[in-house]
């Protein structure tokens, strides 16, 4: 059975972060000595281009994959894995993704597809990190279908705080439907200014309203320029400016995540008696 940790990075939200903390805590987590894979589930493929895979019309990424299992052909995940200067590994995205969106609509056993292009490589790595896109369509819903917990980024912003509750729903749905072994991770604060007003608000009215059910991970991910910069070169913020206020978050970050990983293995039931 396979050790592998499954994360979805999800908000419906965009420009919460999602794709930068997909990118920068897959490295981090590599940093830890860890094999990590990341997945583009985003049509628009920005994390495929963060990791500076600007060309992508003419290579194989997940929609490949996708329409193999729903027309029930063989799948070759490793024909579509890229490895990455900073040891990490990405099944890339494009605009493909938004046409396989729509026949999934009358796929057989839909919400499991992704699941199904992914199960046999989960054994290689000890984390698969899936970047979802800012909707809660039938691509994310395949997203969360095969993960086993949700890390939601969410900007220090009233508005980014407030569309909480629809994602939180949707997640507790798939977890009743779809996937029992679901569940929320935590809350990461990203974009921080903590010279300002707001973000201390809406982290306060984010521990209010959730801090009693859902983990507000420790770790805040300050607003920096030279996280943009890194992104457009196609470098993590490790690469790019190792000594940044940011990277050492990212690092602390991919911590608490392991950290997270470890109890809960400790904690899992005992199958002998």
């Known amino acids: 059975m396979s050790n592998c940790k499954t994360i ?11 794709t930068t903390t997909a990118f920068n805590l897959g490295v981090g987590l590599s940093k830890l000595g860890k094999k990590v894979l990341l997945v583009d589930a ?15 019309d003419n290579i194989p990424t997940i929609a490949d994959l996708m329409e193999a299992s729903i027309n029930d052909k063989d799948i070759n995940a490793d024909k579509v894995i890229l490895h990455h200067e900073e040891n990490i590994d990405l099944v890339p995205s494009n605009l493909d993704l938004s046409a396989i969106s729509m026949s999934l609509v009358s796929a057989m056993s839909r919400e499991y597809t992704m699941r199904n292009c992914l199960k046999d490589i989960k054994e290689k790595y000890d984390y698969i990190l899936i970047d979802c896109n800012p909707s809660l369509d039938m691509i994310t819903l395949n997203a969360l279908s095969c993960a086993d917990k949700v890390i939601i980024p969410v900007q220090t912003q009233y508005l980014a705080a407030k569309a909480m509750g629809q994602l ?11 996937n029992p072994n679901l569940s929320v991770g935590g809350i990461l604060l990203t974009l921080v ?15 209010e309203n959730y801090g009693s059910v859902i983990k507000i991970y420790n770790t805040k991910i300050p607003s920096a320029v ?3 910069e890194s992104t457009k070169v196609g470098q993590s913020i490790f690469s790019y400016d190792k000594k940044s ?13 392991e950290e997270d990983g470890k109890q809960r293995k400790q904690n899992a039931p005992s199958l002998t008696r």
Do not use: H, M, W
């Open 8 to 18: 979805a990075i999800a908000n419906q939200k965009g420009g919460v972060g999602k």
């Open 42 to 56: 985003d049509p628009q493929g920005d994390l495929t281009v963060c990791l500076g895979y600007y060309n992508t």
């Open 168 to 178: 939180l729903g949707t997640v507790a749905s798939v977890k009743r439907k779809i």
């Open 193 to 207: 200014d903590e010279r300002t007003n707001l973000s201390k608000e809406t982290k306060l009215a984010l521990q």
């Open 226 to 228: 030279k996280v943009a």
């Open 245 to 257: 206020k940011v990277a050492d978050a990212y690092l602390n970050f991919a911590r608490e995540v």
